[in-house]
């Protein structure tokens, strides 16, 4: 089983959806969750943190369910320029990334 | 500010040659440093990691090899490289509890 698995997609949305991406992870003793977005060909950015109580930053809105050890990203009104791979990022010892879900948000 | 540095930004090398790729940090001292691949289409692989000078961590065996010879300098080598060492290297420092900071990343292509 992989340490953090996510669907790859790709989630092909029109601007203005809303779309929300899922994430498992095997470690329970996982200590801290974040999103990162990776444009292609670009390193990867963090996005956003993940809290326990579920955190927003403007469209997006994440989510973390420590008991079921899934994590969540939601994001509200697509733009064009959210087009990205989404990395769900479980940190250990040290991060481990899922193989990311890749979003495309078309006019 | 904290800055991370990476290059060559695109390579492209035969079977069996040497690899070495460097990463260089700035606006900090004794970061955790790490170096990732990324092969086509599929997630990130953690190759190598140093708490400071000196101190090398292997995730997997493989083709390579990490030093740190500085507190902010971290360097990934190959004596000979394979086809399968292709892919997208990136360099990370830990910026704590808020996650890692990537560089710009070299783009391998061995031929």
């Known amino acids: 089983r992989k340490e953090v698995e996510q669907d790859p997609g790709p989630f092909n949305v029109p601007e203005g959806a809303t779309v929300a991406f899922n994430c498992t992870y095997s470690?329970?003793?996982?200590?801290?969750f974040f999103w990162y977005r990776q444009d292609c060909r670009k390193e990867p950015k963090l996005l956003m943190s993940v809290y326990s109580s579920g955190n927003e930053d403007g469209r997006f809105t994440a989510q973390l369910n420590r008991a079921s050890q899934y994590i969540s990203l939601l994001i509200r009104d697509s733009k064009l320029s959210d087009s990205a791979t989404y990395l769900c990022?479980?940190?250990?010892?040290?991060?481990?990334f899922g193989a990311g879900t890749r979003l495309t948000v078309k006019p | 500010s904290q800055t991370i540095h990476q290059w060559p930004a695109t390579l492209v090398q035969p079977v069996g040659s040497p690899l070495s790729l460097e990463c260089t940090v700035e606006g900090t001292s004794n970061p955790n440093l790490y170096w990732y691949r990324q092969a086509a289409g599929r997630g990130l692989q953690l190759l190598f990691y140093s708490v400071g000078i000196g101190q090398i961590s292997s995730e997997v065996p493989q083709n390579l090899s990490a030093s740190r010879p500085q507190d902010r300098q971290f360097i990934l080598s190959s004596k000979k490289l394979l086809l399968s060492d292709s892919g997208f290297y990136l360099c990370?420092?830990?910026?704590?509890?808020?996650?890692?900071?990537f560089g710009s990343g070299t783009r391998l292509t061995v031929v």
């Open positions: 990022v479980v940190r250990e010892n040290d991060m481990r």
């Open positions: 990370a420092w830990s910026t704590g509890f808020y996650g890692y900071t």
């Open positions: 470690n329970s003793a996982s200590q801290s």
